[in-house]
């Protein structure tokens, strides 16, 4: 299905849509690209999409005409609400926009479930709030979370920082927390130039879907605290930089069944989750 509304230049030029720096906006305008993103996603048939920030609504065209059951979308740039209400009325009120800060929302209220509805997150993030969004869906206290599944558009450095494996430079706290307790993958990579305007680099667009965690008994604090501590000083010997912990860390180490010479960089995500697991017990 391709939709009758006018090309997004032609938006951006009649609702005077200029892109500000403040608010994170670097729009995406070819529908082509936004309709694969969207692909990426999923089979939206039977999905309520949430996207954060739509801006003039090239990602948010892209997930209708991809057939999304229903899209509810957050702006905080009140200029775009004309232009996104056009959308909606052109898509039989599939879309809803809420005005707001994104990283204030509680989801799941605002999006509401029927029977047999999936709830999924496609979205061009703001860079200025990409990170701490992430955090905030990866670090949910229920799981399996209320989302089936997130598809987000980073810089491509912090892209590769989320799917990065032990012995990359990249891997760190974000590989951890994204790959414990979901499979996450780079899905499409999308040049500076394909933005208006376009940012100074590169970006790539990430699909996570949660999984069992590979261990449901440790609890996320722990994980957290111990990925924190390592990757503190991710240089040095885990002995040296799990010393700020209120345990002995050549105890912890060694329960753990872990070197107390390696080093974080090097520590598999299963290796972090033992650690954390162990840490756990050791302090109850
Ligand atoms: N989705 C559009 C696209 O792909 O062309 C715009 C993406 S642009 C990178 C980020 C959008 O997020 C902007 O429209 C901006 O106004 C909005 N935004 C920035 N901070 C936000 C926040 N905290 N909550 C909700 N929206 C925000």
């Known amino acids: 299905m391709t939709d009758k509304l006018p090309p997004l230049r032609e938006v951006i030029r009649e609702f005077d849509l200029r892109a500000k720096k403040s608010f994170g906006q670097n729009f995406l305008l070819d529908l082509n690209l936004t309709r694969k993103i969207a692909r990426v996603a999923g089979d939206l048939s039977d999905s309520v999409v949430y996207e954060v920030?739509?801006?003039?609504?090239?990602?948010?065209?892209?997930?209708?005409?991809?057939?999304?059951?229903?899209?509810?979308?957050?702006?905080?740039?009140?200029?775009?609400?004309?232009?996104l209400e056009q959308i909606s009325a052109a898509y039989g009120g599939a879309l809803t926009v809420h005005?707001?800060?994104a990283l204030e929302m509680d989801e799941p209220s605002l999006l509401g479930q029927s029977e047999g509805e999936k709830l999924r997150i496609a979205s061009?993030?703001?860079?200025?709030?990409?990170?701490?969004?992430?955090?905030?869906?990866?670090?949910?206290?229920?799981?399996?979370?209320?989302?089936?599944?997130?598809?987000?558009?980073?810089?491509?450095?912090?892209?590769?920082?989320?799917?990065?494996?032990p012995g990359n430079k990249a891997y760190g706290r974000l590989s951890v927390l994204a790959q414990w307790r979901g499979k996450v993958r780079i899905a499409v990579s999308?040049?500076?130039?394909?933005?208006?305007?376009?940012?100074?680099?590169?970006?790539?667009?990430?699909?996570?879907?949660?999984?069992?965690?590979i261990d449901?008994?440790?609890?996320?604090?722990?994980?957290?605290?111990?990925?924190?501590?390592?990757?503190?000083?991710?240089?040095?010997?885990?002995?040296?930089?799990?010393?700020?912990l209120?345990?002995?860390?050549?105890?912890?180490?060694?329960?753990?069944?872990?070197?107390?010479?390696?080093?974080?960089?090097?520590?598999?995500?299963?290796?972090?989750?033992?650690?954390?697991?162990?840490?756990?017990d050791m302090r109850t």
């Open 53 to 83: 920030g739509p801006g003039p609504g090239g990602l948010t065209r892209g997930l209708l005409a991809e057939g999304a059951k229903r899209v509810v979308a957050v702006e905080m740039d009140e200029r775009c609400l004309p232009a």
């Open 246 to 280: 209120p345990v002995d860390p050549l105890a912890l180490l060694s329960a753990a069944g872990i070197k107390e010479t390696s080093r974080a960089e090097n520590l598999s995500v299963e290796e972090f989750v033992r650690l954390a697991r162990v840490y756990g």
């Open 124 to 165: 061009n993030l703001p860079y200025n709030v990409g990170t701490m969004l992430l955090i905030k869906w990866l670090t949910l206290p229920e799981w399996k979370p209320w989302f089936a599944s997130l598809t987000l558009m980073f810089q491509r450095e912090v892209a590769e920082r989320i799917v990065a494996k």
């Open 190 to 213: 999308v040049p500076a130039a394909a933005f208006t305007p376009a940012p100074k680099v590169a970006s790539a667009v990430i699909h996570y879907e949660p999984c069992e965690p």
């Open 99 to 101: 005005k707001g800060d």
């Open 216 to 244: 449901p008994l440790v609890k996320l604090k722990d994980l957290e605290l111990v990925v924190e501590r390592a990757f503190g000083q991710r240089r040095k010997m885990l002995r040296a930089s799990l010393k700020s």
